[in-house]
């Protein structure tokens, strides 16, 4: 008996968390038009149907990874590094993903060597990015609702079994939400992740302070360099290299991932 009052509830959280609205479907249409003119070789035109997707608010590591390799097609190294580490933050450890990052990377002119990172950055880094994003959303709120249903069962059920099975449902769904939640919410904040930028003109001097005079000029960047920003003044940006290098750029000269 009081499973039938349960379930009706739980059927509406699942239909509510599957409606789509109708201005996606319209988006999605975009997108498959962008794919259709990659297959066609018109690169151009399948970046102008993904933009209209991105401007419409609308965003998808698939999105970031086929806008990533129409840029590519077109010889535009920094904005297909750009657009596919867009594409890896939104789906960490994603094989093709990498596979693209280290084509690009092994043609661009700057060979930049990482310095060592610490075991435990990389541990925790390792576990936030463990889970798919959109996986990630889905099981955090399917357990939500595992534990609501436990928490009714607690509350209302008469049976001595029923309660004991809401109470282990509920304890274990709080335990696991708790867990996977904040792995969500530590993502979706970004924090801890440093804010980081590529290059996206061909050459760009690095100064020593914000300022373009040459004898402030301390070495060349070139497109499709990642780089770490540490601060701002005005229309430049401190940047940090993957090899430790610090100095000054303007900011227009990138873009943030």
Known sequence: MMMRRVWP????????????PVHV?????????????????????????????????????DLYYNLGNSYFKIGELGQSILQWERA????????????????????????????????????????????PRGLLIVIVGSVWLVTAVGGILRISSRSVDARRLGSWLALTGATVVLVLGT??????????????????????????????????????IHEGTRVRIDQRAGDWVEVV?????????????????
């Open 241 to 257: 290299l993957e090899d430790g290098k610090v100095g000054w750029v303007p900011a227009e000269v990138m873009e943030i991932i």
């Open 25 to 61: 479907l319209g988006q999605e249409e975009m997108f498959e038009l962008g794919n259709q003119l990659y297959q066609e070789d018109d690169f151009a035109g399948a970046i102008d149907a993904y933009g209209a997707v991105l401007e419409a608010g609308w965003e998808s590591p």
């Open 183 to 220: 792995n969500l919410v530590v993502r979706e904040l970004g924090i801890g992740r440093a804010e980081l930028g590529v290059i996206l003109e061909e050459v760009v001097s690095v100064q020593a302070a914000p300022s373009d005079e040459d004898n402030l000029t301390l070495f060349e």
């Open 88 to 131: 890896l933050a939104g789906s960490p450890g994603d094989p093709d993903v990498i596979a693209n990052l280290e084509l690009a990377r092994s043609i661009t002119a700057d060979a930049v060597e990482s310095l060592p990172r610490f075991w435990l950055f990389s541990a925790v880094r390792w576990w936030v990015d463990l889970i």
């Open 9 to 20: 509830l739980v059927l509406m959280f699942v239909n509510l968390a599957l409606l789509r």
